[in-house]
């Protein structure tokens, strides 16, 4: 699993740090052993689960400090096997990542396999997500819900000059104009959905990027930049 996870970060042109992608293997290997009495994923095999939970949980990474400044704080909103918290925890060391969940099972299985894997950047939190406002310069949430409802309860957890990631599939563009408005009523900025595409797959993404504060100058800049970056082709398997 560490050779699958190391080729398709390169594919994605992130640069792991030594020793990363043997701890998302053994992470991996915790989560399946568990898997049948925590029931943490419908994903078993080792390709797909590569791509599905841990390439899409590094695609950020793809745009450098531009969408996760160094040292920032993250939280990974519900977080579930833990991703993408564990995966980013492990691919930039510098974040200060916390795992919110409402199951308290399964962050008991996250704190333990954090620490036999010496992941000293992240914690779990069980408190109630307002316990945590305007507390993250980033805040992070792969759940599947509507993007609206996504945007309600991420917002009010970013802080001044933060963002939230928000990731989504390829028909987001349908949910943006009413998410747009529920971002208004939140003092926030809808940026415009970033697209992504996993390595040896034919899946399509958006991140979508919701940024907290009234200084949309500063908003569009930034997505400007984004956009500018995403347009880089991307290497493929040959």
């Known amino acids: 699993m560490q050779d699958k996870i190391r080729r398709s970060a390169e594919l994605m042109e992130i640069a792991l740090p030594d020793g990363a992608a043997e701890k998302m293997a053994a992470y991996w290997h915790a989560v399946l052993v568990a898997n049948e009495s925590l029931n943490l994923t419908r994903i078993t095999d ?42 980013l925890a492990l691919a930039r ?23 036999a894997l010496g992941i000293a950047n992240a914690r779990i939190s069980h408190a109630r997500a307002e316990d945590h406002r305007e507390r993250y310069d980033v805040v992070c949430a792969r759940a599947v819900a509507a993007l609206s409802k996504l945007v309600g309860l991420t917002a009010p957890l970013i802080a001044p000059g933060g963002l939230a990631i928000l990731w989504k599939g390829p028909s987001v563009e349908a949910e943006l104009s009413e998410s747009a408005t529920k971002c208004t009523e939140l003092e926030c900025v809808l940026l415009e959905p970033v697209r992504y595409d996993l390595p040896c797959t034919d899946r399509k993404h958006r991140l979508v990027l919701v940024e907290k504060g009234k200084d949309t100058g500063q908003a569009v800049s930034k997505s400007a930049n984004l956009a500018k970056t995403r347009d880089i082709p991307r290497k493929t398997k040959h």
């Open 93 to 115: 060391p510098d974040l200060r990542v916390t795992l919110l969940d409402a199951r308290q099972k399964r962050l008991a299985f996250i704190d333990e396999t954090a620490r």
């Open 46 to 87: 080792e390709d797909e689960a590569c791509a599905a939970h841990f390439m899409d949980s590094l695609a950020p990474l793809q745009y450098g400090t531009d969408m996760i400044p160094k040292g920032a704080s993250l939280i990974d909103v519900g977080t579930g096997a833990g991703f993408p918290g564990i995966p």
